[in-house]
């Protein structure tokens, strides 16, 4: 009979542990005492399951650091866990916890998962990668019991050591470094540089590259997971260069220190912080005042600018730069809308820049919205006219080398269905100006380059990806649809010819008399 009783208990346990979790805690409310007592065992042994962050909340009483973007590091190491062949590349700033999730907590949790794996871990150095898997061992011979996994006698050094029972178990090395032995199901890459001096050495680059492409690849099994986590240093770093080699071949979440887009993967508005509890907004503020643009843009924000060198230089926007309470005391005399078509000698997945710029009485220019993205033609159209609307342009400005005729015709579309939706406020659709930009990248560019530089161009707020473009051109490179978008905006605003308000032209030496 007790057999039997007991039996029954462990199905019916059994059944408790697929409940959905509001189910389990309206069936905990109602328990006998004797009974709450081993559900709150199964419990325990369900968060040691779930995800590394329940696991450290279980083994540290709750003492271990949790937030959103952790999450996220939880939801991948759960995914690769459950078979799922990753490459994944996540972005954050310092101290954001990052290392403790993934080269520590979520070992630990794997290696429980999957005993008979073989996970890899690689540092900057050896002497952290060794410190990350001493403190891993450690945490599974403290907490064996708990964990249900031991360490094999014998084999139980800081950089390599085996699970007893199983064929699974760990290896450290600095990126640079030897990784021999048997194959990686799971290998995790934390911060592959050590700093800026390091990611900015050409020489240093290729050496990771080579080791990345020559080592560690190498050791990966047929369906190996690959989870890079790291701040950005240099446009060319790990994650610079497998962004430019296989932008295709890997999941990326890039998460700023303060929010920059409507589609953060946090869902955070623009200007809101990864972390709050942590670093606030102001902390953040005080931070980037004490470390620089250049820090500030690569480390926190992941969007590493060059040295200078290019046509445009990051103190000429930085310096010059209003806010929109500012703003507000400004007369404009005239505001248009320049459009940038994707397309040409494009890529497929080339931006429509959709850039909106405006010019007060005393010739100070001011670049006031950037809408620009991949849009469709009944997107952009749309949102071109939307926010010549919002702003009371006088004028769009289009380049029309490449279809002119049907940018035309999609602009007019969009303002009339605009019309018919009651959305237009009844004012007169602008001027359509049309630019033949038969002019090299750099003529183009240089005369407004040159009102920067004197300080006649003010960014209203902050445009981090138009602004990244401008710095991190060079002659010679395609121009992104952004930063052409601005210099026909600019350029149509600052030409002579155009001080009537419109001009069908941009003639030779143009902006001559500005420069």
């Known amino acids: 009979m007790t057999t039997v009783t007991a039996e029954l208990e462990d199905a019916t346990l059994g059944l408790y542990r697929s409940l959905p979790a509001t189910e389990r805690r309206r069936i905990a409310e109602h328990a006998s005492p004797d009974l709450r007592l081993r559900l709150a065992y199964v419990e325990r042994g369900l968060a040691l399951d779930r995800s590394p962050g329940a696991l450290s909340s279980v083994l540290t009483a709750g003492k271990e650091m949790q937030a959103p973007h952790l999450d996220i590091i939880d939801r991948l190491y759960q995914r690769i866990a459950n078979g799922e062949r990753l ?19 979520g070992p630990v949790w794997y290696l429980r998962r999957q005993p008979d794996h073989r996970f890899m871990l690689a540092s900057y150095a050896a002497h952290l990668a060794d410190d990350h898997g001493r403190w891993v061992r450690n945490t599974i011979t403290e907490h064996a019991p708990t964990l249900g996994i031991n360490l094999r006698y014998g084999s139980q050094a800081a950089n390599r050591f085996d699970i007893e029972g199983h064929e699974g178990g760990m290896v450290t090395a600095g990126v640079g470094g030897a990784l021999t032995g048997r194959g990686a199901h799971v290998a995790a890459v934390d911060d592959p540089f050590k700093g800026s001096e390091d990611a900015g050495s050409p020489t240093q680059r290729d050496r990771v590259w080579d080791w990345w492409q020559s080592v560690l690849l190498t050791r990966l099994e047929p369906q190996g997971s690959v989870l890079l986590v790291n701040t950005r240093w240099d446009d060319d770093d790990l994650s610079g260069r497998l962004l430019k080699e296989e932008p295709d071949d890997w999941i990326v979440i890039d998460l700023p220190a303060i929010a920059l887009t409507d589609d953060d993967p946090l869902g955070r508005k623009p200007g809101e912080a990864l972390w709050p509890d942590r670093f606030s907004v102001d902390d953040y503020a005080r931070i980037r005042k004490s470390v620089g643009e250049r820090v500030w843009w690569s480390l926190y924000q992941q969007q590493p600018r060059p040295l200078e060198g290019g046509v445009w230089q990051w103190a000429w926007i930085t310096a010059n730069r209003v806010s929109t309470v500012a703003f ?24 429509t820049g959709i850039v909106a710029a405006g010019k007060d009485t005393s010739s ?10 991949r849009h469709g033609a009944n997107s952009w159209g749309r949102e071109a006219c939307l926010l010549a609307i919002d702003l009371g342009a006088d004028a769009f400005v289009v380049e029309t080398n490449f279809g002119g005729d049907m940018t035309r015709q999609v602009l007019v579309q969009a303002w009339q269905e605009l019309e018919r939706q009651s959305l237009t406020k009844g004012v007169v659709m602008p001027r359509i100006v049309g630019v033949n930009a038969k002019q090299g990248k750099r003529l183009r560019a240089e005369p407004i380059a040159q009102l920067y530089e004197i300080g006649k161009v003010h960014h209203v707020g902050e445009f981090p ?10 002659p010679g490179m395609d121009s992104p649809d952004r930063m052409d978008a601005a210099v026909h905006a600019l350029t149509e605003l600052a030409d002579p010819a155009a001080a009537n308000v419109g001009t069908t032209h941009y003639a030779d030496r143009r902006l001559s008399g500005r420069r």
């Not at 100070?364 to 993205?373: P, R, V």
Request: glycine share 10%; charged share 30%.
């Open 87 to 105: 490459r994944v590349m996540v972005t954050m700033p310092p101290r954001a916890g990052k290392s403790r999730r993934t080269s520590r907590w």
């Open 328 to 351: 507000r005391g400004v007369d404009l005399a005239r505001i248009v809308v320049a459009i940038d078509p994707s397309g040409g000698a494009g890529s497929a997945n080339d931006e």
């Open 364 to 373: 100070e220019y001011y670049l006031l919205a950037d809408k620009s993205g």
């Open 465 to 474: 990806e138009l602004e990244r473009q401008m710095v991190t051109w060079l």
